[in-house]
């Protein structure tokens, strides 16, 4: 589990593959959660692809959820490693505080 204020979360996946990646939005890089195979579930393999990223505010319109608020990409391709720590770099030199 991830426990930090601010989080930088990436899922990424391609046919029989995904991984999940994610870190502190403050500080440091990106840590890799699950890399490999899809579950091996017959006949599952969802590759639909969306129009949309759908991201809210807490959901429930209470006070807990006051001030926070989601950011998102979505990207074409599998990108690597790489990529996505040179994207947290960027991240963590916003400054989110």
Same mark, same amino acid.
């Given at each position: 589990?991830?426990?930090?204020?601010?989080?930088?979360?990436?899922? =990424?996946? *391609?046919?029989?593959?995904?991984?999940?990646? $994610? /870190?502190?939005?403050?500080? #440091?890089?990106? @840590? &890799? !959660? %699950?890399?490999?195979?899809?579950?091996?579930?017959?006949?599952?393999?969802?590759? =639909?692809? *969306?129009?949309?990223?759908?991201?809210?505010? $807490? /959901?429930?319109?209470?006070? #807990?959820?006051? @001030? &926070? !608020? %989601?950011?998102?990409?979505?990207?074409?391709?599998?990108?690597?490693?790489?990529?996505?720590?040179?994207?947290?770099?960027?991240?963590?030199?916003? /400054?989110?505080?």
């Amino acid at each position: 589990s991830i426990s930090h204020r601010y989080l930088t979360a990436i899922i =990424k996946g *391609e046919p029989n593959h995904w991984a999940i990646r $994610g /870190g502190n939005a403050q500080s #440091g890089g990106l @840590g &890799t !959660f %699950y890399d490999g195979k899809r579950p091996n579930v017959s006949g599952y393999n969802p590759m =639909k692809k *969306e129009g949309a990223i759908i991201l809210g505010i $807490g /959901g429930d319109n209470s006070h #807990g959820a006051a @001030g &926070t !608020f %989601y950011e998102g990409v979505m990207t074409s391709g599998y990108p690597t490693n790489a990529t996505e720590d040179a994207v947290q770099a960027n991240i963590v030199a916003a /400054g989110y505080r």
